[in-house]
T-cell receptor, first 113, second 116 residues
Framework: AQSVTQPDIHITVSEGASLELRCNYSYGATPYLFWYVQSPGQGLQLLLKYFSGDTLVQGIKGFEAEFKRSQSSFNLRKPSVHWSDAAEYFCAVGAGGYQKVTFGTGTKLQVIP | DAGVIQSPRHEVTEMGQEVTLRCKPISGHNSLFWYRQTMMRGLELLIYFNNNVPIDDSGMPEDRFSAKMPNASFSTLKIQPSEPRDSAVYFC??????????????FGPGTRLTVL
């Protein structure tokens, strides 16, 4: 079965600083990978997704993620964080006969002035 | 489009009572998912429907939980009897035509359930 690990539970960055959120997955074949964002009191919103092709994918709100097969990673990056980026971020992997998506435990991002 | 609609947004009930959570997926979406989110366990998939048929209910915690999808525009998640450990935020999500996992899931705002 597929699984995904987000090793950082909580990250704090200064506004304007760069951001990298880590995600490692486990799956035997090429996975489908996603990053979702959840603002307080809201549902999850898709930031970006990867299935094949270019390993650097661009998403909404200035986010990007890079798929590295050799490291089984799909880290999320943003060059300059804004206060409105404070939220919880979930990495997810999709696979299996019924195309079930498995979510990581999430990383809470705090942005300080 | 109104997005995925869930009701109620907040529910407070007493242990032993029946609780019914409702979801209206986005029109045209044929896959529907129920998730539970808690601090301890994160986001867990409870059950997944495709074309109104339950495909995978392995995440349903126990027999007290049941889910139905009588038609393409409505689903319910029922807990009977409810227990304090069921307190969580329950999300419904829908996905467009086709079973491909490449399609994005669209999440509702969630129902915050508190069982006293």
């Amino acid at each position: 079965a597929q699984s995904v690990t987000q090793p950082d539970i909580h990250i704090t960055v200064s506004e304007g600083a760069s951001l990298e959120l880590r995600c490692n997955y486990s799956y035997g074949a090429t996975p489908y990978l996603f990053w979702y964002v959840q603002s307080p009191g809201q549902g999850l919103q898709l930031l970006l997704k990867y299935f094949s092709g270019d390993t650097l994918v661009q998403g909404i709100k200035g986010f990007e993620a890079e798929f590295k097969r050799s490291q089984s990673s799909f880290n999320l990056r943003k060059p300059s964080v804004h206060w409105s980026d404070a939220a919880e971020y979930f990495c997810a992997v999709g696979a299996g006969g019924y195309q079930k998506v498995t979510f990581g435990t999430g990383t809470k991002l705090q942005v300080i002035p | 489009d109104a997005g995925v609609i869930q009701s109620p947004r907040h529910e407070v009930t007493e242990m032993g009572q029946e609780v019914t959570l409702r979801c209206k997926p986005i029109s045209g979406h044929n896959s529907l998912f129920w998730y539970r989110q808690t601090m301890m366990r994160g986001l867990e998939l409870l059950i997944y429907f495709n074309n109104n048929v339950p495909i995978d209910d392995s995440g349903m915690p126990e027999d007290r939980f049941s889910a139905k999808m009588p038609n393409a525009s409505f689903s319910t998640l029922k807990i009977q009897p409810s227990e304090p450990r069921d307190s969580a935020v329950y999300f419904c999500a829908s996905r467009p035509q086709g079973t491909s996992v490449s399609n994005e899931q669209f999440f509702g705002p969630g129902t915050r359930l508190t069982v006293l």
